[in-house]
């Protein structure tokens, strides 16, 4: 699976932006997807996670009520839509693709890794 991600830019706080993810390859539907972030200095950490079907999701406690992670497997896309965004968003944000169908927010259980789009938050 070939991933890229898109729609990252700066934004003032308060403001959205939607993220898109392109995947390459027949395996798309048939597993998990995450959106993961890093900021300068710090750790990548999940955001958000997508099971193979979409029916089931889980975010990181500090998006919750602000993000929603989608995806279309007809089209290969997984989507995060950001509303209220706030300085602590900025990060390049990453999507991936996990080994299994099964939803899991562990680093370690994706496998395959975009390039990463830029978020900025500014105050």
């Known amino acids: 699976v070939q991933l890229q991600a898109s729609g990252g830019g700066l934004v003032q706080a308060g403001g959205s932006l939607r993220l898109s993810c392109t995947a390459s390859?027949?395996?798309?539907?048939?597993?998990?997807m995450g959106w993961f972030r890093q900021a300068p200095g710090k750790e990548r950490e999940v955001v958000a996670a997508?099971?193979?079907?979409?029916?089931?999701?889980r975010y990181a406690d500090s998006v919750k009520g602000r993000f929603t992670i989608s995806r279309d497997n007809a089209k290969n896309m997984v989507y995060l839509q950001t509303i209220n965004l706030k300085p602590e968003d900025t990060a390049v944000y990453y999507c991936a693709a996990g080994r299994t169908p099964f939803l899991t927010a562990a680093v370690r259980d994706y496998e395959y890794w975009g390039q990463g789009t830029l978020v900025t938050v500014s105050s």
């Open positions: 997508i099971s193979s079907s979409g029916g089931s999701t």
């Open positions: 390859g027949r395996t798309f539907s048939r597993v998990a």
